[in-house]
């Protein structure tokens, strides 16, 4: 027994095959943002090029700033950590100074006991922890500060899409409130001149024999 399409019907076949729609090429061109400043603009182009853009729609994009803000938060978090780690790792190649030979007679033998030589280990790994945070609370403060400046410019576009949509609102009222002026003029004119043709008739009838 065989199987297979009876009767045989190419065309019918073809025509069931949805063929995969294209993208467009403008799509194709754009790259997916992969930064706080490349997704502001990606916004802008995208506020300009569709000015009147729903309220769900900015919210989506308002969190996706949020979201690629984050990512680069944590980008710069990462990046510092490696930094410290690695200047860690140097330090304890060079090895640390402790502090137990007397500067006034360096090159005399000089002999320790456990005791001070696990206290000057402990003072210089304090001293090393303490450097460490050191770098650390700079490093937090400079991101702060770089958190501080993406933040502003989000608030400073956000008012500008405020500003321009108030401008767009004032300015279709005026539209709406020239043409209602504009209508209500014409509605005089029209019933004046109705009057005016009715006087006429009348008045023309009168005078008639």
Do not use: W
Request: proline share 5%.
């Amino acid at each position: 027994m065989t199987t297979g399409i009876h009767p045989i019907d190419p065309a019918r076949v073809l025509k069931k095959i949805q063929p995969r729609p294209l993208t467009p090429p403008e799509l194709l061109q754009q790259r997916t943002p992969t930064s706080i400043r490349a997704l502001q603009g990606l916004i802008k182009q995208a506020s300009q090029r569709h000015r009147r853009l729903s309220v769900d729609i900015k919210k989506i994009l308002r969190a996706g700033e949020n979201i690629a803000l984050d990512r680069e938060v944590l980008l710069i978090e990462n990046k510092n950590l490696q930094t410290a780690l690695n200047n860690e790792r140097r330090r304890r190649k060079r090895g640390k100074h402790m502090g137990l030979l007397n500067p006034s007679n360096p090159s005399l033998a000089q002999f320790f006991s456990p005791t001070k030589v696990q206290a000057a280990r402990e003072q210089a790994d304090a001293n090393e922890t303490a450097k460490i945070n050191d770098q650390a609370r700079k490093e937090d403060m400079k991101l702060q500060r770089a958190i501080l400046r993406e933040q502003k410019q989000a608030e400073l576009m956000e008012r500008k899409e405020q500003r321009e949509k108030e401008r767009l609102e004032a300015a279709q009222r005026r539209e709406e409130a020239k043409a209602a002026a504009a209508a209500k003029h014409f509605g005089k004119e029209g019933t004046r001149g109705g009057l005016k043709e009715a006087y006429k008739k009348i008045n023309c009838g009168l005078k008639t024999p």
